[in-house]
């Protein structure tokens, strides 16, 4: 029997989904970046225990969010979805 591959934790599935409803929130005051680039910059900027692919995988899925202009939390979505994915047995 294969066991399940774990990409991201539970855990780190949840502070990733905060982080996106906090950068979805209106916001008046200067930006650097669009929403969904924000998720990105927050996780790997100011909070720490992530491998580096797993950032990669995070960022990936901001720029494409950003391409799509499809908002903060679809950032969330697309990670879980490859979570998904990444923990299918082969």
């Known amino acids: 029997m294969q066991t399940k591959r774990e990409f991201f934790t539970n855990g780190q599935l ?5 982080v996106a409803y906090i950068c979805a929130e209106p916001y008046d005051g200067p930006t650097t970046s ?17 491998t580096a692919e797993q950032l990669e995988v995070i960022k990936s899925c901001a720029q494409e969010c950003e391409r799509e202009k499809s908002g903060a939390v679809s950032v969330f979505d697309k990670v ?3 979570n998904g994915a990444a923990e299918s047995p082969q």
Request: without cysteine; aromatic residues 16%; proline residues 0%.
């Open 80 to 82: 879980n979805a490859y």
């Open 14 to 18: 949840m502070l990733i989904q905060s």
């Open 34 to 50: 669009s929403d969904e680039m924000a998720v990105y910059d927050l996780i790997s900027q100011y909070t720490h225990g992530w």
